[in-house]
T-cell receptor, first 112, second 113 residues
Framework: GQNIDQPTEMTATEGAIVQINCTYQTSGFNGLFWYQQHAGEAPTFLSY????GLEEKGRFSSFLSRSKGYSYLLLKELQMKDSASYLCAVRDRATGGFKTIFGAGTRLFVKA | NAGVTQTPKFRVLKTGQSMTLLCAQD?????MYWYRQDPGMGLRLIHY???????AKGEVPDGYNVSRLKKQNFLLGLESAAPSQTSVYFC????????????FGPGTRLLVL
């Protein structure tokens, strides 16, 4: 089966850096996604990793270690608008194709 | 392009009633998914489809049925609604089997009394 773990909540200060960790167990790993979700809205795509290493995209970076079943999302120069839930999701091989399983999400609070 | 749309946006049901949630996408995507999201539970996969005419069970399929008669539509049915099915339902679609992101609909808020 699949299992994805990430912290429930984190708090950080505006302008700082925060790292949100995610560990996963899956039988047919085919990539890891990070999504951002503001309250009352649908998730929106942030990043995708399928190979080991760091992917950087502006203020957001994501890291993957497949051997350790580990990923993190790094947010730099935090802004108040970054207060949201961050969802780690793993793409897994399934019957006839692929399915994506989500973690419970990490709620990030950015304070002034 | 409208992207992914969901109908209705909000619905109140009484226990035992039935309803169908409609998801439509105009991006010619092969894969479509239905999730439910409850507080503290993240997104849980109900059913998914890897192409027109195909469906498969996800993590929490009990109490739901789906159909994908047309490539652009993915229907989620509740035959006999229960209070435990009170949730926010999201539909998503993906072009294919690679690393493409999922595109989500705006969600349907369902309250079962």
């Amino acid at each position: 089966g699949q299992n994805i773990d990430q912290p429930t909540e984190m708090t950080a200060t505006e302008g700082a850096i925060v790292q949100i960790n995610c560990t996963y167990q899956t039988s047919g790993f085919n990539g890891l996604f990070w999504y951002q979700q503001h309250a009352g809205e649908a998730p929106t795509f942030l990043s995708y990793n399928v190979l080991d290493g760091l992917e950087e995209k502006g203020r957001f970076s994501s890291f993957l270690s497949r051997s350790k079943g580990y990923s993190y999302l790094l947010l730099k120069e935090l802004q108040m608008k970054d207060s949201a839930s961050y969802l780690c999701a793993v793409r897994d091989r399934a019957t006839g194709g692929f399915k994506t399983i989500f973690g419970a999400g990490t709620r990030l609070f950015v304070k002034a | 392009n409208a992207g992914v749309t969901q109908t209705p946006k909000f619905r109140v049901l009484k226990t035992g009633q039935s309803m169908t949630l409609l998801c439509a996408q105009d991006m010619n995507h092969e894969y479509m998914y239905w999730y439910r999201q409850d507080p503290g539970m993240g997104l849980r996969l109900i059913h998914y489809s890897v192409g027109e005419g195909t469906t498969a069970k996800g993590e929490v399929p009990d109490g739901y049925n789906v159909s994908r008669l047309k490539k652009q539509n993915f229907l989620l049915g509740l035959e006999s609604a229960a209070p435990s099915q009170t949730s926010v339902y999201f539909c998503a679609s993906v072009r294919g089997g690679g690393g493409e992101t999922q595109y989500f609909g705006p969600g349907t808020r369902l309250l079962v009394l």
